[in-house]
């Protein structure tokens, strides 16, 4: 089972910072926190990950909270082809495996 | 980085039939993964793909339904088996090649059986 919450849905103007709420609550002391989008029906392409630290890089930044129990993905300047699907993964180890369960995703619509 | 490349990208089938996906990695990569995307829902594993083993399946997902070869450090198949109109989905193969780097994923296989 995915180890994360996230709305379903969001709303945002173009332009303005898109703000993504996740909650991993049940996260472990080992366990990154990853991001990625996926654009109508493509295969998903990874934003951004972090552990404990904030992350950012030439697409969004990461903020995770100092328990690690959520995190919000940044977009700072979104437009309109950042209209997507955007997953919160926890990388998860299970028997020694590596792994991405995801969860149901926030769908976030930029309007003009 | 590392390019999956899938094929087919598309297929429709007959419902009994079975269909072969490929998934080639144009370098080597440590864990190999296989998802499926059903109309309009998330992406549910099915099962990481072990060089030189059997896979091992997520809970739903059996062996005899869903076949899966990896022969090697950049090559994976999964076979769809015996297909009812309900196994009409994507699937997508997903490659790791470290410890601490993100994930790739193909571009899909879009099977519609009929």
């Known amino acids: 089972d995915a180890k994360t919450t996230q709305p379903p849905s969001m709303d945002c103007a173009e332009g303005r910072a898109a703000n993504l709420p996740c909650n991993h609550s049940?996260?472990?002391?080992?366990?990154?926190v990853y991001w990625y989008r996926q654009i109508h029906s493509q295969g998903p392409q990874y934003i951004i990950h972090?552990?404990?630290n904030n992350e950012t890089n030439e697409m969004a930044s990461l903020i995770i909270t100092e328990d690690r129990k959520s995190s919000t993905l940044i977009l700072p300047h979104a437009t309109l082809r950042d209209t997507a699907v955007y997953y919160c993964?926890?990388?998860?180890?299970?028997?020694?495996?590596?792994?991405?369960?995801f969860g149901q995703g926030t769908r976030l619509t930029i309007n003009p | 980085s590392a390019v999956i490349s899938q094929k087919p990208s598309r297929d429709i089938c007959q419902r009994g039939t079975s269909l072969t996906i490929q998934c080639q990695v144009d370098?080597?990569?440590?864990?190999m993964f296989w998802y499926r995307q059903q109309p309009g829902q998330s992406l549910t594993l099915i099962a990481t793909?072990?060089?030189?083993?059997?896979?091992?399946?997520e809970s739903g997902f059996v062996i005899d339904k869903f076949p899966i070869s990896r022969p090697n450090l950049t090559f994976s198949t999964l076979t769809v088996s015996n297909m009812s109109p309900e196994d009409s989905s994507i699937y997508l193969c997903?490659?790791?090649?470290?410890?601490?780097?993100?994930?790739?994923f193909g571009q899909g296989t879009r099977l519609t059986v009929v």
């Open positions: 993964i926890v990388r998860t180890r299970e028997g020694g495996a590596q792994k991405l369960v």
């Open positions: 793909a072990n060089q030189g083993s059997e896979a091992t399946y």
């Open positions: 972090g552990l404990k």
């Open positions: 049940t996260i472990s002391g080992n366990e990154y």
């Open positions: 370098s080597q990569v440590t864990m």
């Open positions: 997903s490659a790791l090649t470290g410890q601490h780097t993100e994930a790739f």
